[in-house]
Every structure is written in C-alpha cells, then in structure tokens.
C-alpha cells in the first residue's frame, strides 16, 4: 500500500455521531440535536479537517512527510493537528494574539507547534510564508473550506424539515445546502444562526457577497467579520440573527438538559432551531427541525457557563432564560 492509500484510508469517515431529542413547547415539532462533540477530537470541525486533509491528498497537495501549516485557533487547530498525528506529518498553526497555554497546549500535545501573531488579521499571511519556507502545505480553511460528510450522515438518519447550523468557513451549510436541493421528495431547507458582529446575516440579507463588519464575534467558532469564500448565500434559505446573550442562555439550557458543557455556537443554533420551530407552530405545520452541538469540553464552563465571564462582556441572559423555559417547557 502507498503512503497515499494509507492515508486516504485513515481519512474515511468514522462513526455517525448520535442525534439527541430536545424538548419544545411547539405543538407537532419534533427538535433534534446532532451531537458533534462525540468526534475523537469533540466538535464538528473533525469533520472539517478530515475534509481538508483529504482533499490536500488526493489533490497531491499533501504527501509523505508534507509539513502542513494552518492560521487558526480553538478545536480547528486541535483536529488538525489529530489527524497530522495520524498521518505522520508536521502540524504548524499560526494562531492570533500573545501565547496562551491554554490555546497551545491541546495542539502540542497532539504533536503539532504553535506560533503566535499579532496582529490577529496577519496570521494569514504569516501561515502562508511558513508553509513557503518550509516547502509545506498551507491547509487554508477560510479560502478551501472544503465540503464534508455531515450532510450524507445526517440525511441517512432523518428527513428533516429544517437544518440549523452556526456559520464559519461556511463549508457545514454549504455542505447541508448542496446535499439538500440535490435530496428527493419533500423539501429541506437549511438555516444559518449567526450572532453579533457577523457579516452573515447583513451580507445574506442585502445580497452583498463582499459585505463586511470588521468587527469580530464573541461567540467561539461561529461569525465572521466578512463574508467567507467557503460560504454560498446560494445555498442557504435563511439565516437568522441571535443575540450574544441568547445564545449563552441557550448553551446553559442544552447543559441543564443533556449534561454536556456545550460551547456559544451551539446555543446560537439552538436559539435558532426554537425560533424556527416556533414560526412552524404557528403556522400550523408539523415536522422535525435538526440542530447541531458543534462542541462541549469542560473549558467552556469558565466560559459562557460562567456568570463573570459573562457580565464582564454585558451579556445578561437573564430575558432569555425565561424565553427559554417557555419555549422548551
């Protein structure tokens, strides 16, 4: 077997990630969650690298001993450098601001390196000159955003009326939206929740393909301050703003239910998934909504599960708390 096949074998899909029932006070819906933190490396963004990866070798981008470079941070970086473990090859990531141990530490342990940048914007072009000089790979995430297998899993599973997800590269709805219009029979429509300061929804809304805030999110993994190559407005039939606020409210309410210290992103898409469930009820119709947990790790309890962290950032939860009960009471 050469190295290529090898690796192509290590890069296919591992098992289907559970799907969980979640209350709703929305009469003839039915919530379900997709519960990504049940990958090796605990969020959705295993799938995203396995994609990359894969991709970059059949693509003859990436081979025996390729150094692989990336500018990222939080669980894209750690799943990178999981499957360049794997794979035998070196792993940097050039990641924003001053060092953090707690950022570096999930990644060198996996066996990769950490280079810290400042400014945040520069880690692009510091990962680009990294990959140059060193004759190595620069995965790009933003710019390849490469489709994954959620999409084919999911569908295998349920024929959901809607699918809720956070955007950031923009590959997960895209993913969803493809597979979706090519699907036969009843519709199924895909909705992304975005938070403040993403140029998602302004950019979706107003047809703006280069739509920019300049402003970054407060919500991990999700939000963007420009509107990313990998995300296809195209593809999408809704997407649905969600205040900061709201989505730690609603990642403490899928805690409080499932037990699972679930990340910001995954309240954004829960607070979402109940609105449009919501709008379902009240239209009389009936059928199945999917969510996505895009992660849960223990370090988000210092985090939006966190009553100083979150006063120190203005976001008081307390109106959503009560709109939460209503909704999944």
Aim: hydrophobic residues 45%; charged residues 25%; proline residues 8%.
């Amino acid at each position: 077997m050469t190295w290529t096949e090898h690796a192509l074998a290590l890069l296919e899909p591992g098992e289907p990630t559970p799907l969980i029932e979640f209350p709703v006070a929305a009469p003839g819906v039915r919530l379900l969650l997709k519960d990504e933190s049940k990958h090796p490396t605990g969020s959705l963004r295993h799938r995203h690298a396995r994609a990359l990866f894969r991709r970059a070798v059949l693509d003859g981008l990436v081979a025996e001993g390729t150094p692989v470079v990336e500018a990222t941070g939080g669980n894209a970086a750690v799943a990178q450098a999981w499957f360049a473990r794997r794979l035998g090859l070196p792993y940097l990531v050039v990641m924003p601001g001053e060092r953090s141990e707690a950022r570096a530490r999930p990644v060198e342990e996996l066996g990769g390196a950490c280079r810290f940048v400042t400014p945040p914007l520069a880690i692009y072009d510091a990962a680009r000159e990294a990959a140059r000089e060193s004759g190595g790979h620069f995965l790009d995430q933003f710019g390849r955003a490469a489709e994954h297998d959620l999409a084919g899993e999911l569908l295998a599973e349920e024929r959901p009326d809607w699918v809720v997800v956070g955007a950031g590269t923009g590959a997960t709805s895209a993913t969803l939206g493809r597979a979706a219009r090519a699907a036969e029979g009843r519709p199924i429509r895909v909705a992304v929740a975005d938070p403040e300061n993403s140029a998602y929804f302004p950019g979706w809304t107003l047809d703006a393909p280069d739509y920019a805030t300049g402003m970054p999110s407060r919500i991990e993994g999700i939000g963007r301050p420009r509107m990313e190559p990998g995300f296809r407005p195209d593809l999408v039939d809704l997407v649905i703003p969600v205040p900061d606020a709201a989505s730690v409210a609603a990642a403490r309410r899928v805690r409080a239910v499932t037990g699972l210290p679930v990340g910001g992103s995954t309240g954004t898409a829960l607070w979402a998934a109940l609105e449009l469930a919501g709008r379902m009820a009240g239209r009389g119709e009936s059928g199945t909504v999917v969510s996505v947990i895009g992660d849960a790790h223990p370090r988000h309890l210092a985090t939006v599960h966190d009553d100083a962290w979150a006063a120190a950032r203005g976001l008081d939860r307390r109106a959503h708390d009560e709109e939460l009960l209503r909704r999944t009471s």
